[in-house]
């Protein structure tokens, strides 16, 4: 189909934190294409902390997915506002369909899932084994705004990485680690606590390292384990773009398939993961300065990776 050239796009991500961090490269690849366009963003309470200060929309609005009873309201206010393009880049949502469908644009577009292809003016078939960076590029590139450029936008401000530095100052000699043990409630993408205490054991038994313990809201159970000290230290928490400041003061990050793994390779902290094959294929970080160690589970489980194989990981991060 003919796409013109839009004066304004809503684009549609009302899922999870990781999901809104994927989805930054192809926002940006949209402004770059379209520099003049109107860009908006119907987020979820969920994510909207991840675009909160991102440079490439001009309006983020914040959809009330458990207030249905507002939801009438919304559907007027898009419809009004007269969107050309609607992009939604969940593909499976049935809600953020909806969405699309309720601004009355001319084109709508979405990975969307077979089953709903038929919805959509332009879509690009997905694939279990396709990063999902690279598949909402995809997209954006039959938007007549292709990219290559597939790292994710999280802007810190300087004065929050100055503070940090400040507050959590480095002791001479030493390497310091962050390791984020949550979340709680995900048990199969989550590495066991027990693994996470018997790492840190191990790499404490080297003088030269420091290791922060982050933990995220709920996730308080899993640190019952863990004994601190002058090396082993509890991060005390506090917001998102806080937390990457804070990153920014670490040699080395080591997660497993989290929303503070998105966060990291936003903010290009060397990073190790440890992920399942599917989270692999569609989730990890694609810099080449992580590393990752792989379950080889094809779904999403990591608890069968043993602390060995992730400390040797760790450890030849740390070396390089």
Known sequence: MQLGTPKKILIIRIDRIGDMFSATPAIRALRETYPDARIDLMASDGNAIVVRNNPHIDNLYVFPLKKFWLWPLWFIKLRLTGY????????????????AKATGAKLMASPAHYRRRSEYNVTVKTSDTEHMVEQQLRLTAELGAPSS???MVFPVEQSLIDRAHKKYARKDGLRRIGVFIGNAKKTDTRWPEDKFIALTDALLKDDQNEIYIIAGPGDEPLLEGFTF??????????????????LNTCDLFVTSSTGPMHLAAACDIPMVAILAQY?????????DTHHIVNSGHKGVDVTSVTMEEALQIVQTSLDK
């Open 84 to 99: 050309d393009w609607a992009i939604e880049l969940n593909g499976i949502s049935g809600t953020a369909l909806r969405l």
């Open 149 to 151: 450029d597939t790292s």
């Open 229 to 246: 000290s002058n090396r082993r230290i509890l991060y005390p928490g506090g917001s998102l773009e806080e937390l990457g400041a804070f």
């Open 279 to 287: 989270t692999y294929d569609c989730w990890r970080p694609l810099d």
